[in-house]
């Protein structure tokens, strides 16, 4: 389960910062999971539940924010939105779109008390 590996690392990163900081502990992470990502919200929620444990971020909550899938069409010129990886453009159909959101999972944001 790549999920565990991916939490563990924003677990990290939250927990570096908030040290780094000078914070007692990390408060709320707020994670962008693109819905085209490999990702399951739902396993990073249980994941994290494990990982948190007797970190900085024991108490913190995770919020997780989708992000739509969107794509620029090189036929068209235009960003579109993006239904699927490698789909077809919803404006001329040809499969010539690259994806440019909705692949990313990363940390939007930290609170830290
Ligand atoms: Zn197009």
């Given at each position: 389960?790549?999920e565990?590996s991916?939490m563990?690392?924003?677990v990290?990163?939250a ?12 408060k709320v992470?707020?994670?962008?999971v693109?819905?085209l ?14 990982i ?12 997780i924010n989708r992000v739509?899938g969107?794509?620029?069409c090189?036929d068209?010129?235009k960003?579109?939105?993006?239904a ?6 919803p ?12 692949d990313e999972?990363k940390i939007?944001?930290l609170e830290?008390?």
């Amino acid at each position: 389960m790549h999920e565990m590996s991916l939490m563990e690392s924003v677990v990290e990163i939250a927990c570096e910062t908030a040290e780094k900081a000078g914070a007692a502990k990390v408060k709320v992470i707020r994670l962008d999971v693109g819905v085209l990502s490999h990702v399951d919200p739902d396993a990073l929620l249980f994941c994290y539940e494990a990982i948190r444990r007797g970190s900085l971020a024991e108490e913190a909550e995770l919020r997780i924010n989708r992000v739509a899938g969107e794509g620029w069409c090189l036929d068209c010129g235009k960003t579109v939105p993006l239904a699927e990886r490698f789909g077809a453009c919803p404006e001329c159909g040809q499969y010539h779109v690259q994806m440019t959101a909705g692949d990313e999972l990363k940390i939007r944001d930290l609170e830290v008390i």
